[in-house]
């Protein structure tokens, strides 16, 4: 069964840091992609950070070299480590996986997503 759960979401000032977490579980990990996505309210989901299969990262323009996307093949985890966070970011954050699942599907999938609210 195919399963992200993300962790890490919190609140805090701008200029501070957090890391989140996601577990994936129901894939060939080594063999999906992974991504953040993130969506603030009333505005549309945004990619935040990709990472391929061979550790290729992509981010997005507001990242501007703040956050850093790793996977770590063995535990099945994909992080995003944020530092000097601003207001701006504030929104829900979404993991993402696309690739082959152990039952041999492809398919694409999302957790449910962890809150980060960064206050003035």
């Known amino acids: 069964q195919v399963q992200l759960v993300e962790s890490g979401g919190a609140s805090v000032q701008a200029g501070g840091s957090l890391r989140l977490s996601c577990v994936v579980s129901?894939?060939?990990?080594?063999?999906?992609?992974l991504g953040w996505y993130r969506q603030a309210p009333g505005q549309q989901r945004e990619m935040v950070a990709l990472?391929?299969?061979?550790?290729?990262?992509t981010y997005g323009d507001f990242v501007e070299g703040r956050f850093t996307i790793s996977r770590n093949n063995t535990a099945s985890t994909v992080d995003l480590e944020m530092s000097a966070l601003k207001v701006e970011d504030t929104a829900v954050y979404y993991c993402?996986?696309?690739?082959?699942?152990?039952?041999?599907?492809?398919?694409?999938?999302w957790g449910p997503g962890t809150q980060v609210t960064v206050s003035a």
């Open positions: 993402s996986a696309r690739g082959p699942t152990d039952a041999w599907q492809y398919l694409e999938s």
């Open positions: 129901g894939f060939m990990f080594r063999s999906t992609a």
């Open positions: 990472i391929t299969t061979t550790n290729y990262p």
